[in-house]
């Protein structure tokens, strides 16, 4: 069965500093992959995800992440943090000619940024 | 219209009553969703409708009803809740149910059940 594995479920930077948020995935074959964040009290916004094209990928608000299948990783960074991105990041997989609605959210890793 | 939305966004409700809660999208997605979210925890799914018709059901009891009237709207009725059934619920909106669509979700209706 699939799954992610989020390494530490709290990180905190300091403002400017980088961000880099570590999932790693376990599935028979690679995966379609998700970075969401959540605000407090609000829904889930998708950051970028990996769906078998470029490995490098680019998402909203400066994030990144880089599939590497050597490393069943898919580790979510920002060279520079800023305030407003104080969230809980959820790294999720779904896999390829799975069925429907099977989004699987690893534990999720709350991020703190420090002035 | 990029937007799921939801409401109420807050519900306190009785364990001897029936409430209802809303989710609507016109992003004309054909995959709609149900998560649960408890404090400090990932979502859960709970239902998966596609094309309107409820494709998955995660073991949920049938103290939760889903219903989707049409391809907009989805609902989540509500009877004889337990305490436990408090917390978070998200909806959430795809193109379609293949493996490769990122959702969209709304903000969640926070129910506390008393």
């Known amino acids: 069965a699939q799954s992610v594995t989020q390494l530490g479920s709290h990180v905190s930077v300091s403002e400017g500093a980088l961000v880099l948020l570590r999932c790693n995935y376990s599935?028979?074959?690679?995966?379609?992959l998700f970075w969401y964040v959540q605000y407090p009290n609000q829904g889930l916004q998708l950051l970028l995800k990996y769906t078998s094209a470029a490995t490098l990928v680019k998402g909203i608000n400066g994030f990144e992440a880089e599939f590497k299948k050597s490393e069943t990783s898919f580790h979510l960074t920002k060279p520079s943090a800023h305030m407003s991105d104080a969230a809980e990041y959820f790294c999720?997989?779904?896999?390829?000619?799975?069925?429907?609605?099977?989004?699987?959210f690893g534990k999720g890793t709350k991020l703190s940024v420090k002035p | 219209d990029t937007e799921v939305t939801q409401t109420p966004k807050h519900l306190v409700m009785g364990m001897t009553n029936k409430k209802s809660l809303k989710c609507e999208q016109h992003?004309?997605?054909?995959?709609m969703y149900w998560y649960k979210q408890k404090a400090k925890k990932p979502p859960e799914l709970m239902f998966v409708?596609?094309?309107?018709?409820?494709?998955i059901n995660e073991s949920v009891p049938s103290r939760f009803s889903p219903e989707c009237p049409n391809s907009s709207l989805l609902n989540l009725h509500l009877h004889a809740l337990q305490p436990e059934d408090s917390a978070l619920y998200l909806c959430?909106?795809?193109?379609?149910?293949?493996?490769?669509?990122?959702?969209?979700f709304g903000s969640g209706t926070r129910l506390t059940v008393v």
């Open positions: 959430a909106s795809s193109q379609g149910t293949a493996a490769n669509y990122g959702y969209t």
């Open positions: 599935s028979s074959v690679p995966p379609y």
């Open positions: 992003m004309g997605h054909r995959a």
């Open positions: 409708y596609s094309y309107e018709k409820l494709s």
């Open positions: 999720a997989v779904s896999e390829k000619g799975g069925s429907q609605g099977n989004l699987i």
